[in-house]
C-alpha cells in the first residue's frame, strides 16, 4: 500500500534550519512530483512548493523542496526559523490516479 | 483574486445524505480540474475526488468510492460533492481546492458531521 510517511513533529529555535522528511513506502520518489502545504491552525492549507523544488509566487526563498532517490524520500527546508513558519506541514504526491497526503508533520518554532 | 467558497455542511445521520457546492471566482473556472480534500477534527489531510475541465474524468479515493459523486457546472462556476450513505468516519471539514497540478488554491472548508 503505497505511503508518505512524515515525522510526528519538529521543533528548533528561530534563525535556525530545520527539514522535514518525506519517505515513500513504494515505487520510486522520483516517479511523481512532490508537493508540501503549510496549515496554520485554523486555517486552509497553502502551498509552499510543488513539483519537488518549486515556490509558488509569494513564498519566501527560505522555504526549498528537494528528492533524494537513494533514500527515496523528498525533503522540505526551512531556513532562518521564523515564529510565523509554526505550523502543520503535509507532503503529497501521486499513485497509481490517487493523490495521496503524508500524515503531516507539526513543526514548533522555539 | 481567486476564491472558492464552500456550503452545504452541518449534521446528518449515519447513512443519510448531503451534497456539498463549491462557488469560485477570479479564474476561469472551465479551464481547471478541480478537487475535494477532507479533514478528520484533529487529522490529516486526505484527498477525496477530484474532476476534469470538462467532467470527462473523475477519480475518487477508495474510502468513498460508490457512496460519493463529484460533479462541476461550469456555466454557474460551481462544484459539487453529493455525498451518499455517510458514515461517522466522514466527519471532517471537506475543503474545494483548484488543481494545477498540485492544490494551489484552497477554499476555507466546510464541517461535515456524521452523528445521530
Known amino acids: 500500500n503505497f505511503m508518505l510517511t512524515q515525522p510526528h513533529s519538529v521543533s528548533e529555535s528561530p534563525g535556525k534550519t530545520v527539514t522535514i522528511s518525506c519517505n515513500c513506502s513504494s515505487g520510486s520518489i522520483a516517479s511523481n512530483y512532490v508537493q508540501w502545504y503549510q496549515q496554520r491552525p485554523g486555517s486552509a492549507p497553502t502551498p509552499v512548493i510543488y513539483?519537488?523544488?518549486?515556490?509558488p509566487s509569494g513564498v519566501p526563498d527560505r522555504f526549498s523542496g528537494s528528492i533524494d532517490s537513494s533514500s527515496n524520500s523528498a525533503s522540505l527546508t526551512i531556513s532562518r526559523l521564523r515564529a510565523e513558519d509554526e505550523a502543520d506541514y503535509y507532503c503529497q504526491s501521486y499513485y497509481s490516479g490517487n493523490r495521496v497526503f503524508g500524515g503531516g508533520t507539526k513543526l514548533t518554532v522555539l | 483574486e481567486v476564491q472558492l467558497v464552500e456550503s452545504g455542511g452541518g449534521l446528518v445521520q449515519p447513512g443519510g445524505s448531503l451534497r456539498l457546492s463549491c462557488v469560485v471566482s477570479?479564474?476561469?473556472?472551465?479551464?481547471?480540474?478541480m478537487a475535494w480534500v477532507r479533514q478528520a477534527p484533529g487529522k490529516g489531510l486526505e484527498w477525496v475526488s477530484d474532476v476534469s475541465s470538462s467532467s470527462s474524468t473523475t477519480h475518487y479515493a477508495d474510502s468513498v468510492k460508490g457512496r460519493f459523486t463529484i460533479s462541476r457546472d461550469n456555466a454557474k462556476n460551481s462544484l459539487y460533492l453529493q455525498m451518499n450513505s455517510l458514515r461517522a468516519e466522514d466527519t471532517a471539514v471537506y475543503y474545494c481546492?483548484?488543481?494545477?497540478?498540485?492544490?494551489?488554491?484552497w477554499g476555507q472548508g466546510i464541517l461535515v458531521t456524521v452523528s445521530s
Open positions: 513539483e519537488d523544488n518549486k515556490r
Open positions: 481546492a483548484r488543481r494545477w497540478g498540485h492544490f494551489d488554491y
Open positions: 477570479g479564474f476561469t473556472f472551465s479551464s481547471f480540474e
